[in-house]
C-alpha cells in the first residue's frame, strides 16, 4: 500500500505559478509511474482529468494538451517526493490535485488504472 500527500495548493492570480508536491509514504522507486489529476468541484459529472506523469526510473514525462508548455513534473528520488510546477496558471486551472500512483512503465492517463490517491490540494487561479 502507497500513501500519498500533495501540499502546495492555494489561491494565485492568473499568470502567477504555484508548486506543488507529493510526498509517498514508501519508496515508489523501480517501475513506478507517478501522476497528476484535478477535478473541478464545479463540474459535477466530470472525471478527473489527466495533468502529468512521470516514470520513477527513467524519467520520461507526458503532458495533458492544456498543460503542455506551463506545467513540469519532476521527481526527487531521495525524498520520493513527486513535483508539479506550475506556471502561466489560468482560472481553468482551477480545481483539486491529486497525486496518483501505479506499478508499470506506461505513462497511462487513465485515472482508472491508478489504484493510488492522494487526498488532494487546491488550486485555486482568480482572474
Known amino acids: 500500500q502507497v500513501h500519498l500527500v500533495e501540499s502546495g495548493g492555494g489561491l494565485v492570480q492568473a499568470g502567477g505559478s504555484l508548486r506543488l508536491s507529493c510526498v509517498a509514504s514508501?519508496?515508489?522507486?523501480?517501475?513506478?509511474?507517478m501522476a497528476w489529476f484535478r477535478q473541478d468541484p464545479q463540474e459535477s459529472g466530470k472525471d478527473r482529468d489527466f495533468?502529468?506523469?512521470?516514470?520513477?526510473?527513467?524519467?520520461?514525462?507526458r503532458y495533458g494538451d492544456s498543460v503542455k508548455g506551463r506545467f513540469t513534473i519532476s521527481r526527487d528520488n531521495a525524498k520520493s517526493t513527486v513535483d508539479l510546477q506550475m506556471i502561466g496558471l489560468k482560472p481553468e486551472d482551477t480545481a483539486v490535485y491529486y497525486c496518483?500512483?501505479?506499478?508499470?512503465?506506461?505513462?497511462?492517463?487513465?485515472?482508472?488504472?491508478?489504484?493510488?490517491w492522494g487526498q488532494g490540494t487546491q488550486v485555486t487561479v482568480s482572474s
Open positions: 495533468v502529468a506523469a512521470i516514470h520513477w526510473n527513467s524519467g520520461d514525462t
Open positions: 496518483a500512483a501505479r506499478r508499470g512503465t506506461a505513462l497511462a492517463i487513465s485515472r482508472a488504472v491508478y489504484p493510488y
Open positions: 514508501e519508496r515508489t522507486s523501480g517501475s513506478y509511474i
